[in-house]
T-cell receptor, first 112, second 116 residues
Framework: GENVEQHPSTLSVQEGDSAVIKCTYSDSASNYFPWYKQELGKGPQLIIDIRSNVGEKKDQRIAVTLNKTAKHFSLHITETQPEDSAVYFCAEITGGGNKLTFGTGTQLKVEL | GAGVSQSPSNKVTEKGKDVELRCDPISGHTALYWYRQSLGQGLEFLIYFQGNSAPDKSGLPSDRFSAERTGGSVSTLTIQRTQQEDSAVYLC??????????????FGEGSRLTVL
C-alpha cells in the first residue's frame, strides 16, 4: 500500500546552516516525488519535484535526491534563511496513480 | 489571476449539524482534490475529480462525507452530522491534468472547521 514516512517532525537550524529532511516510501512503483512548503495560514506550495529516472535535482538553494534502491528521497536546503521557516511535506505518486500521498510534515525553524 | 478559492475560511459548528465547504478551482484545471489536515498531521486524501470521470472517493472517512463537482468547476464538500473528530483544515487543490501526469497541485488556503 501507499505509505510515506517523513523525518524529522521538527528541525531547528541556525541561519546559514543546511537543513535536510528525509522521506521513505514503500511502493516500488512510485515514480514521482514532489516537495511542498506550507507557510502559516496558507495552502501547501510545490517547491521542487523529482521523477524516478533522475537521481538528483537542484534549484538554487534547494535540492532533492532520490535513492530508488533504498526507497528514500531527501530535501536539502542550503544557506537557510528565516523565510525558509515553514512546514515541509514530501509526497509520492505511484505509476498510473492519480493522487498524491503525503508525509506527515517537518516543521522547519530557521533561527537568527 | 485568481488561484484556488475556498469558502468559508473559518467555520464553527455544533456537533450534529451539517456543513458545506466550497472550492473554486483555477479556471481550466480539470482535476480537483480535497485533502484534510488535522492539527499537527499530514495531508489526508479525501476525494479526487478528473473531468467527467467517476470521482475517486476512496479517501472519504465515512458515509457522512460527500462531495460533488458541478459543471466541471466548483466543488462542494458536505459533512453531515458533524463530529468533534471532523475538526480540521479542509484543503482543496486543482491541477491542469491530474497527477497521473505528475502535475503540480495548486492548493487553496483551506477551510478551518471547528466542531464544538
Amino acid at each position: 500500500g501507499e505509505n510515506v514516512e517523513q523525518h524529522p517532525s521538527t528541525l531547528s537550524v541556525q541561519e546559514g546552516d543546511s537543513a535536510v529532511i528525509k522521506c521513505t516510501y514503500s511502493d516500488s512503483a512510485s515514480n514521482y516525488f514532489p516537495w511542498y512548503k506550507q507557510e502559516l495560514g496558507k495552502g501547501p506550495q510545490l517547491i521542487i519535484d523529482i521523477r524516478s529516472n533522475v537521481g538528483e535535482k537542484k534549484d538554487q538553494r534547494i535540492a532533492v535526491t532520490l535513492n530508488k534502491t533504498a526507497k528514500h528521497f531527501s530535501l536539502h536546503i542550503t544557506e537557510t534563511q528565516p523565510e525558509d521557516s515553514a512546514v515541509y511535506f514530501c509526497a509520492e505518486i505511484t505509476g498510473g496513480g492519480n493522487k498524491l500521498t503525503f508525509g506527515t510534515g517537518t516543521q522547519l525553524k530557521v533561527e537568527l | 489571476g485568481a488561484g484556488v478559492s475556498q469558502s468559508p475560511s473559518n467555520k464553527v459548528t455544533e456537533k450534529g449539524k451539517d456543513v458545506e465547504l466550497r472550492c473554486d478551482p483555477i479556471s481550466g484545471h480539470t482535476a480537483l482534490y480535497w485533502y484534510r489536515q488535522s492539527l499537527g498531521q499530514g495531508l489526508e486524501f479525501l476525494i479526487y475529480f478528473q473531468g467527467n470521470s467517476a470521482p475517486d472517493k476512496s479517501g472519504l472517512p465515512s458515509d457522512r462525507f460527500s462531495a460533488e463537482r458541478t459543471g466541471g468547476s466548483v466543488s462542494t464538500l458536505t459533512i453531515q452530522r458533524t463530529q468533534q473528530e471532523d475538526s480540521a483544515v479542509y484543503l482543496c487543490a486543482s491541477s491542469p491534468r491530474g497527477t497521473s501526469g505528475a502535475g503540480e497541485l495548486f492548493f487553496g488556503e483551506g477551510s478551518r472547521l471547528t466542531v464544538l
